[in-house]
Nanobody
Framework: QVQLVESGGGSVQAGDSLRLSCAVSGRTTRTYAMGWFRQVPGKEREFVAAITWSGGNTLYADSVKGRFTISRDNAKNSVYLQMNSLKPEDTAVYYC????????????????????WGQGTQVTVSS
């Protein structure tokens, strides 16, 4: 059974940095891409960033472009999200997700593209 486990969340001040990690275990088939999403109570989960597994192509939400960087380590079956210049509006539960089918990179913004999800890690940014 595929499991995704996020770590690295916490409480920081505005302007600080955090690095989220997501480790994947139990994988028996290849992955095509991995993504990060976030959700605040009462709102829909929103796309943050994604990376293709073979080519390392990246995609970002406009709200985090230039501040967040997604990366992956194929050997460790892990994906990371480096978050710099954090803002209070970045406060959310962050989820990593695993895409198990080929498709357009542009579709990586959609939750429906991902087959497996982690349990989430809380990020709180205070002003």
């Amino acid at each position: 059974q595929v499991q995704l486990v996020e770590s690295g969340g916490g409480s920081v001040q505005a302007g600080d940095s955090l690095r989220l990690s997501c480790a994947v275990s139990g994988r028996t088939t290849r992955t095509y891409a991995m993504g990060w999403f976030r959700q605040v109570p009462g709102k829909e989960r929103e796309f943050v960033a994604a990376i293709t597994w073979s080519g390392g192509n990246t995609l970002y939400a406009d709200s985090v472009k230039g501040r967040f960087t997604i990366s992956r380590d194929n050997a460790k079956n892990s994906v990371y999200l480096q978050m710099n210049s954090l803002k209070p509006e970045d406060t959310a539960v962050y989820y990593c997700a695993d895409r198990r089918a080929a498709g357009l990179t542009s579709r990586l913004r959609k939750e429906s593209e991902y087959a497996y999800w982690g349990q989430g890690t809380q990020v709180t940014v205070s002003s």
